[in-house]
Antibody
Framework: QVQLVQSGAEVKKPGASVKVSCKAS????????ISWVRQAPGQGLEWMGW????????NYAQKLQGRVTMTTDTSTSTAYMELRSLRSDDTAVYYC?????????WGQGTLVTVSS | QSALTQPASVSGSPGQSITISCTGT?????????VSWYQQHPGKAPKLMIY???NRPSGVSNRFSGSKSGNTASLTISGLQAEDEADYYC????????????FGGGTKLTVL
């Protein structure tokens, strides 16, 4: 069965960086993309960007351009999302989701807390 | 601000039917048959309920159905059950180069 397992919760200070991992299993990793979606406390879903696991092509949300980098390691079927220059409003649960025009399987989420 | 507009809340009694709307533009909902709906219970990851406007993934109850008319997509839940109480989000493919607001703002469904 398809599973996406994310890394554990993180606490970071403002200005720091965080890197969240998403290990995929149960399907051919390079046949799908991975999207990253975040959800601030009490808020809705916010699409952050997408990476093709086939060729590494990326597309990032305009508001995060320059602060976010998405990568994949096809040898371990793992996707990564790094967010730099963290601010308090980056505090959120970060999800990875398998995607080809639809987000059909989701990771369990990773809480990232940004606090001084 | 999301590019797709949903009502903030809807409610219904057990056994009733409710419909949640998702309004976009001809650049997203109206232009493509790639609307999907997600259910999210508190503290849980979203779950795909409907894709490509009206298709249900394996395992999703047939009480959930989707449709589209013009720039507005709809999710209908019939025979409401207590377990349906959750947040629901729509999403659509968009031809916008920025891909901003690919999700609706979400609708809180309360089962009375």
């Amino acid at each position: 069965q398809v599973q996406l397992v994310q890394s554990g919760a993180e606490v970071k200070k403002p200005g720091a960086s965080v890197k969240v991992s998403c290990k995929a299993s149960g399907y051919t990793f390079t046949s799908y993309g991975i999207s990253w979606v975040r959800q601030a406390p009490g808020q809705g879903l916010e699409w952050m960007g997408w990476i093709s696991a086939y060729n590494g092509n990326t597309n990032y949300a305009q508001k995060l351009q320059g602060r976010v980098t998405m990568t994949t390691d096809t040898s371990t079927s793992t996707a990564y999302m790094e967010l730099r220059s963290l601010r308090s409003d980056d505090t959120a649960v970060y999800y990875c989701a398998r995607s080809v025009d639809v987000f059909d399987y989701w990771g369990q989420g990773t809480l990232v807390t940004v606090s001084s | 601000q999301s590019a797709l507009t949903q009502p903030a809340s809807v409610s219904g009694s057990p056994g009733q039917s409710i419909t949640i709307s998702c309004t976009g533009t001809s650049s997203d909902v109206g232009g493509y048959n790639y609307v999907s709906w997600y259910q999210q219970h508190p503290g849980k990851a979203p779950k795909l309920m409907i894709y490509d406007v009206s298709n249900r993934p394996s395992g999703v109850s047939n009480r959930f159905s989707g449709s589209k008319s013009g720039n507005t997509a709809s999710l209908t839940i019939s025979g409401l059950q207590a377990e349906d109480e959750a947040d629901y989000y729509c999403s659509s493919y968009t031809s916008s180069s920025t891909l901003e607001g690919v999700f609706g703002g979400g609708t809180k469904l309360t089962v009375l």
